[in-house]
């Protein structure tokens, strides 16, 4: 009896061994019959859509559909995506059955960058600029004091401390809303400092540096708000203090 259940015991294991083992082997030979992909950004929304990336990568000779979905070649996708300049990166590869998941970063405009002697710019949020092609609306406009760039640029290279100070004010607007509808445009002066334009009046706000915005903004708010302040009374407004505005009156008053 005992050399019954022996036997019993090990066909059932043998059984279990090879079931596993064509389980795998279907699975390693399957073929990929979806493709998916998802593409994140950090800051906002991207000229790179969902439809855009699925379309470069079915185009192209890393199209995985009818491919053996494990042997994917994830270097061939990226070079199929940066044919696009707003991809960033692959961030992940995932198998489903026959279904491929690809997940990616895709960068994201955060403001549109104009110099007086080119075409204007869109800054995206990894700090690169690329040709203003994509016909992005309702983004602040960095403008003033910003020498020459070249094609491969980067404001986190840069040594114009004027323009590292507008990005990193657009990346804050890009991730506030309110704020990015309240201040259209981003001045970046010849002494390196930034200036504020908003629609609620013609005087620039001076914020100086990129830090601390939450509260530099938060206090010309709040004196908004309470009636310090009349459009036409000041030709500007200082909130680089801690707590306080400081407000230069017109010539008129």
């Known amino acids: 009896m005992k050399k019954l259940k022996s036997i019993l015991v090990f066909f059932f294991l043998a059984c279990v061994i090879v079931l596993v083992g064509v389980a795998v082997v279907h699975h390693l030979n399957m073929t990929c019959n979806t493709l998916e992909v998802c593409v994140e950004t950090v800051s906002g929304p991207t000229p790179l859509t969902e439809k855009v990336a ?17 042997k994917v070649d994830a270097a061939a996708l990226e070079t199929a995506l940066r044919k696009n300049p707003w991809f960033n990166k692959i961030t992940a590869t995932t198998v489903k059955g026959s279904r491929l998941i690809v997940t990616l970063s895709a960068k994201c405009p955060i403001a549109l960058l104009c110099l007086s002697d080119a075409d204007p710019l869109l800054l995206a949020d990894n700090g ?60 970046v002066r010849p002494d390196g400092l930034v200036e504020l334009y908003s629609i609620y009046g013609d005087q620039p706000v001076l914020i100086g540096n990129a830090d ?42």
Not at 54 to 70: C, M, Q
Not at 162 to 168: F, I
Request: aromatic share 8%; glycine share 4%; hydrophobic share 35%.
């Open 212 to 253: 601390k915005l939450p509260e530099k903004l938060a206090n010309v708010d709040i004196a908004y708000k309470k009636g310090i302040l009349t459009a036409g009374n000041y030709k500007a407004l200082d909130a680089r203090f801690h707590n306080r505005i400081y407000a230069i009156k017109s010539q008129t008053n």
């Open 128 to 187: 690169q600029l690329l040709p203003d092609d994509a016909h992005i609306t309702n983004l602040p406009v960095i403008n003033g004091s910003i020498t020459k760039l070249s094609p491969n640029f980067s404001v986190k290279k840069s040594k114009q401390t004027g323009l590292k100070n507008a990005y990193s004010t657009a990346l804050f607007l890009c991730k506030n809303k309110d704020y990015a509808a309240q201040y259209p445009q981003i001045f």
């Open 54 to 70: 699925h379309r470069l990568i079915t185009d192209s000779e890393a199209n995985p559909i009818g491919k053996k979905v494990r």
